[in-house]
Structure formats: structure tokens, C-alpha cells
């Protein structure tokens, strides 16, 4: 399973640290997201990019800053997270931002904060 | 806001019986319900979809029924095997108006051999 992938797959940071997650799609889509799964609540959509714009950001602090580069690279840069942002982080691409197109998932990068 | 419940939470059945997933969904401008699957320390995958100008869609031991009307869902799988094991997800998406693509909580099944 080589379409999306994610680096690093884990990662153990300090509160006062500045990390980058990195996600690129070998699928020639157009649209990336990036979502947060934690135990026992549904996958929490933070980001969606369309043609490298961002189209989409459910009220995620600022904490989390996105950078999307071009159509195949998504980044989320992490600096002064708190504990409860521990969490699998989930990226994802389609072929559309239709709203009505499959979602093909990277593996995740499994972060904790100490 | 808009939301996606999943019922049950857990859900263990006998190899060979039937598992069923029901969601219900608040937006009535959904119109693109997937399912997805994931096994245990693997990403989410695709496993079935369906649209909503059809009522019931089916592809091997899986069906998705759909019910406008009542606004909900369901996931069908018959003939169960340990491999169907994992935690299933539904969502309900909307072509129209602002980006939507609201997952439920998730079902966690056990097929016991």
C-alpha cells in the first residue's frame, strides 16, 4: 500500500517542541486532508486542500499550522502542543473535492505529548 | 451541527452469521455514504459506497442499504469470517454548499471462531 504515505509513523515530542508531520500521495489527486483519530471518537477533520488552497479548517487551534506545497505534499507543523493532542493523525487524498469521492488514508502518524 | 451516529459501539457475532451497522445522519443534503474499514494498527480503507438516487447497493458478503426518507444507513456483511474483524466506520458527505465529510464513532466487530 504505497498511495498514501506518512513520515514519521511515530512520534514522541515535549510540549515546547516544533515537529512537522509529512504526507505525500503517489495517486495523482487533487485534494489532501488531514484528520485526528482518538480513542473512542470519530475521525475529526482539521484540514482540506484543494489544488494546493486550502478550502477547509474545522476550528483547530493554531497550534497546528498546515502547509500544503503542491498537489502531492501535505505538512502539519506542531509546535506548543498540549497532552490531549495525543492522537493517530490521519491523511488523506481524493481525486475530487466533490465531497462525494473516496478517501484513500496514509497509515497515520501515531503521536503522543509528554 | 450536522453529525453521524453509529450504532452498535461493539458487536461480536458466530463465524458464518450475519453483522449489521446502522447509522443515522442530521443533513439532508448528504447525498454520498461510504463505509470504511480498519483493522487494527492499519489505515481506514474503503469497502463499500453508495449514492443516494439508488436504495441498496451489494458486493459479495457486503450490502449497503439507504434510507432518505429516514435518513439512516446500514451495513450488511453475511456469512462472517475472523477476517471481517475490525472497527467499521460510515460517513455522510454533501456535494453541495461548504465541504462536508462526517464520519461516525466507529463499530468494533468480533467474529468469533
Known amino acids: 500500500e504505497t498511495g498514501v504515505t506518512q513520515t514519521p509513523r511515530h512520534l514522541v515530542m515535549g510540549m515546547t517542541n516544533k515537529k512537522s508531520l509529512k504526507c505525500e500521495q503517489h495517486l495523482g489527486h487533487n485534494a489532501m486532508y488531514w484528520y485526528k483519530q482518538s480513542a473512542k471518537k470519530p475521525l475529526e477533520l482539521m484540514f482540506v486542500?484543494?489544488?494546493?488552497?486550502?478550502?477547509e479548517n474545522n476550528s483547530v487551534p493554531s497550534r497546528f499550522s498546515p502547509e500544503c506545497p503542491n498537489s502531492s505534499h501535505l505538512f502539519l507543523h506542531l509546535h506548543t502542543l498540549q497532552p490531549e493532542d495525543s492522537a493517530l493523525y490521519l491523511c488523506?487524498?481524493?481525486?475530487?473535492?466533490?465531497?462525494?469521492?473516496?478517501?484513500?488514508f496514509g497509515p497515520g502518524t501515531r503521536l503522543t505529548v509528554l | 451541527g450536522e453529525n453521524v451516529e453509529q450504532h452498535p459501539s461493539t458487536l461480536s457475532v458466530q463465524e458464518g452469521d450475519s453483522a449489521v451497522i446502522k447509522c443515522t445522519y442530521s443533513?439532508?443534503?448528504?447525498?454520498?455514504f461510504p463505509w470504511y474499514k480498519q483493522e487494527l494498527g492499519k489505515r481506514p480503507q474503503l469497502i463499500i459506497d453508495i449514492r443516494s438516487n439508488v436504495g441498496e447497493k451489494k458486493d459479495q458478503r457486503i450490502a449497503v442499504t439507504l434510507n432518505k426518507t429516514a435518513k439512516h444507513f446500514s451495513l450488511h456483511i453475511t456469512e462472517t469470517q475472523p477476517e471481517d474483524s475490525a472497527v467499521y466506520f460510515c460517513a455522510a458527505s454533501s456535494t453541495s454548499g461548504t465541504y462536508k465529510y462526517i464520519f461516525g464513532t466507529g463499530t468494533r466487530l468480533k467474529v468469533l471462531a
Open positions: 488523506a487524498s481524493s481525486d475530487g473535492l466533490a465531497g462525494a469521492d473516496t478517501q484513500y
Open positions: 486542500y484543494s489544488l494546493e488552497e486550502r478550502v
Open positions: 443533513d439532508s443534503a448528504s447525498n454520498y
